[in-house]
């Protein structure tokens, strides 16, 4: 495998990506169990729609993804479009504080930057948007990107306008790649239809559910389960 395709191999990638932990250590990323599942899903599906629990990390990966895929492939945009500008800020956040600390022999130069993008010397773009408000609000993205990602798409106001804005031109594009992730949203939304539609085999996106009770951080050891005994709601 040459080096070029070892950096383009996602889990090779994140593995070299700085973030700063819940216990406020700055370390180069190990993908959790969680993590890995998506990975998984990444590298067998080109469109992911994932269900997932808070704190499951997901965005965090979803966007070191996007850092990877657009740093060693020539010339494509990579395009995070979230609910509120907040989470647009912290999704960039960690990719650009991933991005300065990489080692400097992968590190690609970049020729523009800001606070919401990465413009590099190749052409590649990562940048983050957001989806903006009202019903009939339709996502400011410019051109198509290649790899996208929508987070949580389920509170997105405007969720069916922007992906009848979003799609015609994304699927036209025979190498994109994209992920929706998000909490569940209410009943009936853009989301849970889509999910429905991906179980019966239909339309262009593959579900992933991701299992909260499998991840030891959102279980009580036995110990720390004692703390409750006797206790009612």
């Known amino acids: 495998m040459t080096r070029l395709a070892k950096l383009r191999d996602t889990d090779r990638f994140v593995r070299l990506c700085q973030i700063v932990t819940e216990d406020e250590q700055v370390l180069r990323m190990v993908p959790t169990p969680t993590q890995q599942l998506l990975m998984s899903a990444l590298g067998q599906h080109r469109h992911n729609l994932v269900v997932k629990y808070r704190q499951a990390k997901v965005t965090t990966l979803a966007v070191m993804w996007m850092l990877g895929e657009v740093s060693y492939n020539r010339g494509i945009k990579g395009l995070l479009i979230a609910n509120a500008e907040k989470t647009v800020d912290e999704g960039m956040g960690r990719v650009i504080d991933a991005y300065d600390n990489l080692p400097l022999a992968v590190r690609v130069p970049v020729s523009r930057r800001n606070l919401r993008l990465l413009r590099f010397m190749h052409g590649g773009v990562c940048q983050g948007i957001t989806a ?45 790649r994209s992920v929706i992730e998000s909490t569940p949203g209410i009943a009936g939304c853009r989301q849970e239809k889509m999910w429905h539609a991906g179980l019966e085999g239909k339309g262009m996106y593959h579900p992933s559910f991701l299992r909260w009770w499998e991840d030891d951080t959102c279980v009580l050891s036995r110990d720390q389960a004692k703390r409750f005994d006797g206790w009612k709601p």
């Open 132 to 176: 903006g408000r009202g019903r009939e609000t339709k996502p400011a993205m410019g051109t198509s990107p290649d790899r996208l990602i929508m987070t949580e798409f389920g509170e997105w106001e405007n969720a069916t306008a922007a992906i009848g804005h979003i799609m015609p031109s994304f699927r036209k594009r025979p190498h994109a």
